[in-house]
């Protein structure tokens, strides 16, 4: 049994929240457990420098986290002036999973800006900054077909994200802070709905782990990512 009671391959409880924010076209308040992140896409009618010209739009993300986030406070990146390695890893990441799952030619001439805030971190805070930009993207999606700005809805196939790992030589899924601080292997894995994989992050921290171990791992992610989906499509009503 796990510190928080739960079986191996439990997620902690997860919910999401659409429209969390007035002002851009997409957001959602997306918690796994103890992790608390505000999701948000807000469209801008004009493209990067390196497409402009060629037929398609863009997506990309950044993330970040409140200083009170944390047990200790974290500093504000701009006190430091510049981003950690972390944070620019993350939001490629975030960017990525989201232009895998969108028709770029769909919304030409418009980027999407994502953006990941974390309020409260207790472990898995990219998996639910990418869960929950799927929520925030899809939403301000249908807000440009509904305005007629697109002329249809874009989205390819259904993205969302989990962590798994190994502790004491048992795999467990969605790991909370406790957990993903200790593991022996640490897993991010980001999925579509019709089961294929868009990235995977995996590091052993002490001893190497086999592919045997890496395929129960993929198929205990796509366990937990299966639900994660289900929620998705009760928040997003008749897109899915």
């Avoid at 960017?95 to 207790?122: P, Y």
């Avoid at 798994?164 to 980001?190: C, F, P, R, T």
């Avoid at 019709?194 to 592919?211: M, N, R, V």
Wanted: hydrophobic share 40%; proline share 4%.
């Amino acid at each position: 049994m796990r510190s928080d009671s739960r079986e191996a391959d439990n997620l902690r409880p997860v919910a999401i929240q659409p429209g969390y924010l007035k002002y851009p076209e997409g957001s959602c308040l997306v918690e796994f457990g103890n992790t608390r992140v505000v999701c948000s896409a807000t469209v801008d009618e004009k493209v990067p420098p390196f497409l402009r010209g060629a037929g398609q739009g863009w997506i990309t993300a950044e993330y970040g986290m409140l200083p009170a986030s944390t047990q200790k406070r974290t500093i504000r990146e701009a006190s430091r002036g510049r981003q950690k390695g972390r944070t620019q890893e993350i939001q490629r990441l975030i960017g990525r999973s989201m232009r895998c799952a969108v028709d770029l030619g769909a919304i030409a001439d418009k980027t999407i800006w994502l953006d990941c805030d974390v309020i409260q971190a207790d472990g898995g805070t990219r998996t639910a900054s990418v869960t929950g930009a799927f929520v925030a993207l899809c939403l301000a999606l249908q807000h440009l077909k509904d305005a007629g700005l697109i002329n249809s809805f874009p989205v390819k196939s259904m993205v969302a994200a989990v962590s798994v790992g190994i502790l004491n030589q048992e795999k467990l899924l969605d790991l909370n802070y406790e957990e993903d601080s200790v593991a022996e292997v640490d897993m991010n894995l980001v999925m579509t709905n019709d089961g294929k994989l868009i990235e995977i992050q995996g590091t052993a921290e002490q001893e190497p782990f086999s592919k045997e171990d890496l395929d129960a791992l993929i198929a205990l992610a796509k366990h937990g990512i299966d639900q994660l989906f289900e929620l998705q499509r009760e928040v997003l009503p008749g897109l899915f």
